[in-house]
């Protein structure tokens, strides 16, 4: 039973480019949270999303930042035009139910941009 | 690998009695522990952390243990509360190489 996929696992980036961070839930999970983590903070709550839904994206900055879940294939974080700032841990978590707190997480992709 | 682990998957104490979340670790290069707390349908915030350098730090209700030789740290919340009632994860960092590691999370329900 493969826990929660994430690749890569380190991604540089040069400014400007665009990174696209995975993540594949765990068998028979179809939510899926991505989160943040920056230098001495914990994790920040970006995104919540369904099989082709997004149900919550309060966390995302409103521009370059977008997320997919297609109905095949991993979930997908996109960053257009990164900046410094955006280096940081990204990590994936996925559960079964919405309501499940047994939310597994993926080992993150660490974006360092130069 | 499990490098992170939380052996007790729930935990149920009484109102303002006192919790005692426990986490072991295998990776001796891990300097930086967290521990996150999740309520349904909401993602882990954060809650507390500790450098290896330190044995303890205290935040309000929330306190947190680390005995390296042992590879144990523990979360205590004195007085517990029902609403600290939630799935708390540890989590464990190494900056040699940038690796964060979480446990499985404990259930703690905290009743009236």
């Known amino acids: 039973n493969a826990g929660v996929m994430q690749n890569p696992r380190h991604l540089v980036r040069r400014r400007g480019q665009e990174a696209r961070l995975r993540c594949s839930p765990m068998?028979?999970?179809?939510?899926v949270y991505w989160y943040r983590q920056l230098p001495e903070e914990g994790l920040k709550f970006m995104v919540y999303?369904?099989?082709?839904?997004?149900?919550?994206e309060s966390g995302m900055p409103k521009e370059r930042f977008s997320a997919e879940f297609p109905k095949e294939g991993p979930s997908i974080l996109r960053i257009q035009q990164v900046v410094r700032g955006d280096s940081a841990a990204y990590f994936c978590?996925?559960?079964?139910?919405?309501?499940?707190?047994?939310?597994?997480f993926g080992q993150g992709t660490r974006l360092t941009v130069v | 690998d499990q490098q992170v682990k939380q052996n007790s998957p729930s935990l149920s104490v009484q109102e303002g009695r006192i919790s005692i979340l426990n986490c072991d670790y295998t990776?001796?290069?891990?300097?930086?522990f967290l521990w996150y707390k999740k309520y349904p349908a909401e993602g882990p915030t954060f809650l507390i952390s500790?450098?290896?350098?330190?044995d303890k730090n205290e935040d309000g209700r929330f306190t947190v243990f680390l005995n390296k030789s042992a590879k144990h740290l523990s979360l205590h919340i004195v007085p517990s509360q029902p609403g600290d009632s939630a799935v708390y994860f540890c989590?464990?960092?190494?900056?040699?190489?940038?690796?964060?590691?979480f446990g499985a999370g404990t259930r703690l329900t905290v009743k009236p």
């Open positions: 068998k028979g999970h179809s939510h």
């Open positions: 989590a464990a960092i190494s900056y040699n190489n940038n690796d964060m590691r």
């Open positions: 978590a996925s559960s079964r139910d919405r309501g499940n707190t047994e939310a597994f």
């Open positions: 999303l369904q099989k082709e839904n997004i149900i919550d």
């Open positions: 990776n001796s290069m891990f300097d930086y």
């Open positions: 500790i450098s290896s350098i330190k």
